[in-house]
């Protein structure tokens, strides 16, 4: 594909803060995140503020910015991301403003590639992150790509704090603003802007992928006139410099082409360039690579990488330098994947080096630092590992910064969690330092089950990336993810009605064994891993007594086990099923869904049969079973939220959703009632809502500073213990936990919500602003107050069905109705 080119077009910014009124009441929640602790996903960038001491920021590849707080924790920046702003999580590059500490600007996308259909922008924050302004951008934005790591490509004029530049990726060049971001035109003289290719995740051009300006160069006031770029070239030139303030470029000479500049870091008072180099892009690439010293006043370049031989297997990542201490240097190894990551410290501008471990007698390693897993102890072990294979200080790092104002202080990020310490000047003394998980606060993984179990922990989960956990408190970090199986994924996770300790949960194709189900007896504290399994990914569903699975695979077709056995073909159910669920009460009743055609099997998921319909749905997303009544079933689809209470034979739409995604049921407002439905829908715009009355009416439970990224990659679940808790899973950033923290709103209400917008219009590479009007939507909805049920049963309640004991008749204005053998209900006479 050609580069893109600017053409005259129209877009519109959000002030974040502002958000479209929707058809439904809002009901005020408290949400917080589930403790997981220790990030749990890679941490590409941080980025210390050199103006002002303790200030500093962390991007996420999907999770989203973090900004520091005194006690080592973190402040999430990003919630207010909605299904329309969710490749905002994927934060391409950092700057904070050297001059203007206040001033912070992120450069958010998640892919190149058509996975993420929106062009990027930059985020423009006047207060630390707490608002955001948005320029967009004419080209797409990777915060997911390969190459996320290097950098930064987004820099401030340390001299002139109007100026900022970018490097784009995709062949899309360099691009500079001097309104502080407002607007962006293309530098149409930097060379190698090679085309990229958008269409495959790991062929398109990483682009440019740092921007250095040398602040010894100028004065304040006025442009710096020496900027450093470094391009992801390999085999041609790739360190760009200008002495005239952007007007002329040329390549660096004497630079070596041999591998791909991963970072390019200014000691100020020595004059120099230290650039790090890898074969590879990165994050999982990278068998060599090399370091060097650039002497900016003699323009010679030195060779100091701190490996040779046989002990250099890495490319190297990040680079940081002491500020304090002239030549005091550090790098880290990218991916030293064996036997553990690598850090190298020099106090001599790279003349010698000490490394953070070194070989003692073969396996065991000279570690030195003591280690503490405190804030996230499924890290662990909470102690100095030494034998060779445990990944103890990391991988994948690509971060690595010295506070500019303490140089005890340092951090740096890898694949899982951020890293660091506060006495790092021992490590010239004693070489010895201690070494913690400093992520409190940020929780960047990918969620893909959720359940609540009805006894138990109130929340056992399936994790991309680091398995999953049994959440025995949602407060504190849990000492372990699942073990024996430990697989790096799971898809899915379930557990049987009536029998909740049994939890059956599916693994993603990372099993030494072949096998990719495993179960438990005691609510995933502890897993046997299921002798007939085979394939990998998918969803799982488990029958009531926990007797027989079900198994929609990852590419073969859905399938099922019976009391252990093989899993065998579901033949009965076509390849394009996309829900699976079990009935919770009835053993061995299963649901399944495909395009608009809704199927039961009443044989333990040997076979199935066609009922009723799901209007005109052609994407089917979730299936939700009442906890205690048989055949009473909840079906998000692309047209919406449907609701049958006999086993799918007939269904009811729920007027004014038109989409549906997550759904869950969870306690109900009043003893006997029905549960609380909570659902991931459009109802007037995209969002998450609650109904106390089987749907009939709803309240919306999110709000503006709470987006949860894209409601289609979500899950949830619901707790059947706890009125009005639910829980939502969230691709990037963790799990959320709300609860009902206000009432619903009783009476009609109309709602008036600006949303202040801004027109950018772009002609010939620059783009303009121009205030526009403000606009309104007016909402009127009335959501009553749920009502307590006694005997006899209350609206909506349930007053019959096998095995039922409760109460028969229905409150006044309402009788009882069968609606299959299972359930009977008090519906409005």
Request: glycine residues 14%; proline residues 5%.
């Given at each position: 594909?050609?580069?893109?080119?600017?053409?005259?077009?129209?877009?519109?910014?959000?002030?974040?803060?502002?958000?479209?009124?929707?058809?439904?009441?809002?009901?005020?929640?408290?949400?917080?995140?589930?403790?997981?602790?220790?990030?749990?996903?890679?941490?590409?960038?941080?980025?210390?503020?050199?103006?002002?001491?303790?200030?500093?920021?962390?991007?996420?590849?999907?999770?989203?910015?973090?900004?520091?707080?005194?006690?080592?924790?973190?402040?999430?920046?990003?919630?207010?991301?909605?299904?329309?702003?969710?490749?905002?999580?994927?934060?391409?590059?950092?700057?904070?403003?050297?001059?203007?500490?206040?001033?912070?600007?992120?450069?958010?996308?998640?892919?190149?590639?058509?996975?993420?259909?929106?062009?990027?922008?930059?985020?423009?924050?006047?207060?630390?992150?707490?608002?955001?302004?948005?320029?967009?951008?004419?080209?797409?934005?990777?915060?997911?790509?390969?190459?996320?790591?290097?950098?930064?490509?987004?820099?401030?004029?340390?001299?002139?704090?109007?100026?900022?530049?970018?490097?784009?990726?995709?062949?899309?060049?360099?691009?500079?603003?001097?309104?502080?971001?407002?607007?962006?035109?293309?530098?149409?003289?930097?060379?190698?802007?090679?085309?990229?290719?958008?269409?495959?995740?790991?062929?398109?051009?990483?682009?440019?992928?740092?921007?250095?300006?040398?602040?010894?160069?100028?004065?304040?006031?006025?442009?710096?006139?020496?900027?450093?770029?470094?391009?992801?070239?390999?085999?041609?030139?790739?360190?760009?410099?200008?002495?005239?303030?952007?007007?002329?470029?040329?390549?660096?000479?004497?630079?070596?082409?041999?591998?791909?500049?991963?970072?390019?870091?200014?000691?100020?008072?020595?004059?120099?360039?230290?650039?790090?180099?890898?074969?590879?892009?990165?994050?999982?690439?990278?068998?060599?690579?090399?370091?060097?010293?650039?002497?900016?006043?003699?323009?010679?370049?030195?060779?100091?990488?701190?490996?040779?031989?046989?002990?250099?297997?890495?490319?190297?990542?990040?680079?940081?330098?002491?500020?304090?201490?002239?030549?005091?240097?550090?790098?880290?190894?990218?991916?030293?994947?064996?036997?553990?990551?690598?850090?190298?410290?020099?106090?001599?501008?790279?003349?010698?080096?000490?490394?953070?471990?070194?070989?003692?007698?073969?396996?065991?390693?000279?570690?030195?630092?003591?280690?503490?897993?405190?804030?996230?102890?499924?890290?662990?072990?909470?102690?100095?590992?030494?034998?060779?294979?445990?990944?103890?200080?990391?991988?994948?790092?690509?971060?690595?910064?010295?506070?500019?104002?303490?140089?005890?202080?340092?951090?740096?990020?890898?694949?899982?969690?951020?890293?660091?310490?506060?006495?790092?000047?021992?490590?010239?003394?004693?070489?010895?330092?201690?070494?913690?998980?400093?992520?409190?606060?940020?929780?960047?993984?990918?969620?893909?089950?959720?359940?609540?179990?009805?006894?138990?922990?109130?929340?056992?989960?399936?994790?991309?990336?680091?398995?999953?956990?049994?959440?025995?408190?949602?407060?504190?970090?849990?000492?372990?993810?699942?073990?024996?199986?430990?697989?790096?994924?799971?898809?899915?996770?379930?557990y049987a009605g009536n029998k909740p300790s049994y939890v059956v949960r599916v693994g993603t194709g990372d099993s030494s064994s072949g096998k990719q189900v495993a179960y438990s007896n005691d609510y995933g504290v502890s897993w046997s891993e299921h002798p007939g399994a085979a394939d990998s990914g998918g969803k799982v569903a488990v029958s009531a007594d926990g007797d027989s699975i079900l198994w929609k695979t990852g590419s073969n077709g859905v399938q099922v086990s019976q009391n252990t056995g093989s899993f065998s073909a579901v033949s009965s159910l076509p390849s394009t099923t996309s829900a699976i669920a079990a009935d919770k009460k009835t053993n061995g009743v299963f649901y399944a869904?495909?395009?608009?055609?809704?199927?039961?099997?009443?044989?333990?998921?040997?076979?199935?049969?066609?009922?009723?319909?799901?209007?005109?749905?052609?994407?089917?997303?979730?299936?939700?079973?009442?906890?205690?009544?048989?055949?009473?079933?909840?079906?998000?689809?692309?047209?919406?939220?449907?609701?049958?209470?006999?086993?799918?034979?007939?269904?009811?739409?729920?007027?004014?959703?038109?989409?549906?995604?997550?759904?869950?049921?969870?306690?109900?407002?009043?003893?006997?009632?029905?549960?609380?439905?909570?659902?991931?829908?459009?109802?007037?715009?995209?969002?998450?809502?609650?109904?106390?009355?089987?749907?009939?009416?709803?309240?919306?439970?999110?709000?503006?500073?709470?987006?949860?990224?894209?409601?289609?990659?979500?899950?949830?679940?619901?707790?059947?213990?706890?009125?009005?808790?639910?829980?939502?899973?969230?691709?990037?950033?963790?799990?959320?936990?709300?609860?009902?923290?206000?009432?619903?709103?009783?009476?009609?209400?109309?709602?008036?919500?600006?949303?202040?917008?801004?027109?950018?219009?772009?002609?010939?590479?620059?783009?303009?602003?121009?205030?526009?009007?403000?606009?309104?939507?007016?909402?009127?909805?009335?959501?009553?107050?749920?009502?307590?049920?006694?005997?006899?049963?209350?609206?909506?309640?349930?007053?019959?069905?096998?095995?039922?004991?409760?109460?028969?008749?229905?409150?006044?204005?309402?009788?009882?109705?069968?609606?299959?053998?299972?359930?009977?209900?008090?519906?409005?006479?």
């Amino acid at each position: 594909m050609k580069a893109i080119s600017w053409l005259a077009s129209a877009a519109t910014v959000l002030t974040v803060g502002s958000s479209l009124a929707l058809a439904t009441p809002s009901q005020k929640y408290s949400w917080k995140n589930v403790k997981i602790g220790g990030g749990g996903g890679f941490v590409p960038g941080i980025v210390f503020n050199t103006k002002e001491k303790g200030l500093a920021y962390a991007r996420t590849d999907i999770g989203g910015a973090y900004r520091l707080n005194p006690d080592d924790s973190w402040t999430p920046l990003l919630d207010f991301a909605d299904g329309e702003r969710w490749n905002y999580w994927g934060v391409d590059a950092l700057a904070t403003d050297p001059v203007d500490p206040n001033r912070l600007y992120l450069a958010t996308g998640m892919y190149t590639n058509s996975w993420d259909p929106n062009n990027g922008q930059i985020l423009i924050s006047a207060d630390r992150g707490a608002s955001f302004n948005v320029s967009k951008l004419p080209f797409k934005v990777g915060g997911n790509m390969p190459g996320r790591g290097i950098g930064e490509r987004l820099a401030v004029d340390p001299n002139s704090n109007n100026i900022l530049y970018f490097g784009a990726r995709s062949g899309n060049g360099l691009w500079k603003s001097t309104d502080y971001g407002k607007s962006w035109a293309q530098v149409g003289n930097f060379p190698s802007a090679v085309p990229g290719d958008s269409n495959d995740y790991n062929t398109d051009k990483v682009g440019i992928a740092w921007v250095t300006f040398d602040s010894t160069s100028g004065s304040s006031g006025v442009a710096t006139p020496r900027i450093f770029v470094g391009v992801a070239n390999k085999g041609t030139d790739n360190v760009f410099v200008t002495t005239d303030a952007g007007k002329t470029w040329g390549a660096v000479a004497g630079q070596t082409t041999t591998f791909l500049p991963h970072k390019g870091v200014l000691s100020p008072s020595e004059k120099s360039l230290y650039v790090s180099y890898s074969d590879g892009a990165g994050p999982y690439d990278g068998t060599s690579g090399a370091v060097l010293k650039y002497n900016i006043g003699t323009g010679a370049w030195t060779d100091i990488t701190p490996a040779s031989g046989s002990d250099l297997y890495f490319g190297f990542g990040g680079v940081a330098v002491d500020l304090q201490r002239p030549g005091t240097i550090m790098v880290a190894a990218l991916n030293s994947w064996w036997p553990d990551g690598q850090i190298f410290r020099s106090t001599d501008s790279g003349a010698t080096w000490s490394p953070f471990w070194s070989w003692g007698n073969y396996p065991e390693m000279n570690k030195h630092y003591s280690y503490s897993d405190s804030k996230a102890p499924w890290l662990g072990p909470n102690h100095i590992e030494t034998n060779a294979g445990t990944l103890q200080i990391g991988w994948m790092m690509e971060s690595l910064e010295i506070d500019p104002f303490d140089s005890n202080h340092w951090l740096y990020g890898t694949g899982a969690t951020i890293y660091g310490g506060r006495d790092l000047l021992q490590w010239d003394t004693k070489h010895n330092v201690s070494l913690s998980s400093l992520a409190d606060g940020i929780e960047e993984t990918a969620i893909l089950g959720l359940i609540s179990p009805p006894s138990g922990p109130p929340l056992v989960s399936a994790v991309g990336d680091i398995g999953g956990f049994v959440h025995q408190s949602l407060d504190v970090a849990p000492s372990n993810s699942h073990q024996n199986p430990n697989w790096a994924s799971a898809s899915d996770i379930d557990y049987a009605g009536n029998k909740p300790s049994y939890v059956v949960r599916v693994g993603t194709g990372d099993s030494s064994s072949g096998k990719q189900v495993a179960y438990s007896n005691d609510y995933g504290v502890s897993w046997s891993e299921h002798p007939g399994a085979a394939d990998s990914g998918g969803k799982v569903a488990v029958s009531a007594d926990g007797d027989s699975i079900l198994w929609k695979t990852g590419s073969n077709g859905v399938q099922v086990s019976q009391n252990t056995g093989s899993f065998s073909a579901v033949s009965s159910l076509p390849s394009t099923t996309s829900a699976i669920a079990a009935d919770k009460k009835t053993n061995g009743v299963f649901y399944a869904v495909s395009g608009s055609d809704f199927y039961l099997s009443t044989d333990g998921g040997k076979t199935f049969t066609k009922k009723g319909a799901l209007g005109a749905s052609t994407a089917p997303f979730d299936i939700a079973a009442h906890p205690s009544v048989t055949g009473d079933v909840w079906v998000s689809t692309d047209k919406g939220l449907f609701h049958s209470t006999d086993s799918g034979a007939t269904f009811n739409g729920i007027s004014g959703i038109t989409q549906a995604w997550g759904v869950a049921l969870g306690a109900s407002a009043a003893s006997n009632g029905y549960p609380a439905i909570y659902v991931a829908a459009n109802f007037g715009g995209v969002g998450y809502y609650k109904s106390d009355d089987q749907g009939a009416n709803w309240a919306q439970i999110n709000d503006a500073s709470h987006g949860f990224g894209s409601a289609g990659a979500n899950v949830l679940a619901a707790d059947s213990r706890v009125y009005g808790r639910v829980y939502i899973g969230t691709n990037g950033r963790g799990i959320f936990y709300g609860e009902v923290d206000g009432p619903s709103s009783p009476t009609p209400t109309s709602t008036t919500t600006s949303v202040t917008s801004t027109q950018t219009t772009t002609t010939s590479g620059t783009v303009t602003q121009s205030t526009t009007s403000t606009s309104t939507t007016t909402a009127t909805t009335a959501v009553p107050t749920p009502s307590a049920t006694t005997t006899p049963a209350g609206p909506w309640g349930q007053c019959g069905g096998l095995g039922w004991t409760g109460p028969t008749t229905c409150t006044t204005g309402f009788q009882c109705k069968e609606g299959n053998p299972w359930y009977s209900q008090c519906v409005q006479a």
